[in-house]
């Protein structure tokens, strides 16, 4: 249980980022354009995706522990150079050092904290280890709503201290088993990650829907606050109430119980979709600011449904490696989103959430074909179990 705990507090210390709720405000303070912000995005989409893989296969080679502890103090560096940026090429270097650090924790973290625990107990603990990252982002975002007032600058600054924090407690997990006994190859990772087919269809819908998610709550809810009248101070307020909300993610497991995994995702998606339409026509501060929190909330409980498919889908020891690829291949899709994305929301904040609209459908779509697949697969193998007893 000590890596659970300490992995709790470290995702804790790293939702401290104090210029979250004014992250586009702060890179357009300093010279950024729209389109430039979502191309540097892309580009870090790009970078996760070529890193991803090997990275997975760095964790199953030398182990979890050592490849959180140099992603987490990438992490820490990574936040020095944002409070440093003041040129395109200096917020494109932060982003690099990002994607470095995003795709050695993708995967890694799972596999550790899913070592280190029983399969009954995946949604709650992964749940819990969503809702604390959410809290200490909540609690930077009210922090943040007496820090802009003074500085934007204090905003980059201060998030500087937890995160070096979090990479000192990184020195203190355990190893969960010998790695140097195993050298997984990627070809037959690979074959391993996509021997059922239908995850594919999975990976496609999730990171589509991720993508979304991530295009409106980080970027375009701020233009959609200020063209509905909103305060630029008033922007940490308004992302803490909706942190607080993504906190519900802990109870993902009771939604998964009542509908089962993709019953629940698609509940949440077509929730998603719903919000997005509102958002392309309104005006209202408080539609807007609803019509966010939807989106951020169904993201924050489809999260740990995902990660529980996902490693139920993997049937072999290089679990990092294959989460890894799964990851890689929902970045592909979101990498090909952000662009679209971008180019939209430069002509207009409408445009943006239209397309984002229209990949939420698309998502939805998807996923209505694997849970026809997968029910089927199910009566079939039930069918099968039946004709044996007969027998």
Sequence with gaps: MRNIYLMYVIVFLQGFVFYGPVATLFRQARGLSMSEIFFIES??????????????????????????????????????????SHSFGMFLFERVLLSVVMSGLSGCDIALIYSSIKENEVQNVFGRYSAFGTLGFFMACISSSF???????????????????????????????????????????????????????????????????????????????????????????????????????????NMSKKFGNTGAIIILNATMVISCVILIFTSNAILSIISVTFISLCAALIGPIETDIKNKHIRVSSRATILSIYSMSSGMISSLGNVIIGKAADYSIEMGFATCCAMSILGLALMLIYHRNTSQNSVEILMELKNNKSV
């Excluded at 893989?53 to 182990?63: H, N, T």
């Excluded at 407690?169 to 070809?187: A, W």
Aim: charged share 15%; glycine share 4%.
């Design 147 to 253: 820090i802009i007032p003074i500085s934007l600058e204090f905003t980059a600054l201060f998030t500087i201290f937890p995160y070096a924090l979090a990479a000192i407690l990184s020195l203190f997990l355990e190893e969960v088993k010998d790695f140097k006994k195993e050298s997984p190859k990627f070809r037959e990772s690979f074959t391993q990650a996509f021997k059922d087919t239908s995850i594919i269809i999975f990976i496609i819908s999730i990171g589509l829907v991720m993508e979304v998610f991530q295009a409106v709550t980080v970027f375009l809810n701020q233009s959609q606050y200020l063209k509905s009248g909103i305060d630029p101070r008033y922007f940490g307020a308004i992302l803490a109430s909706v942190q607080m909300i993504r906190l519900f993610s802990a109870k993902s497991d």
């Design 43 to 84: 580009i870090s989409w790009v970078l996760m995706i070529i890193l991803e893989v090997p990275w997975g296969w760095f964790s199953d080679r030398f182990g979890y522990k050592k490849t959180l502890v140099l992603a987490n103090i990438l992490f820490f560096v990574s936040k020095i150079v944002f409070y440093m």
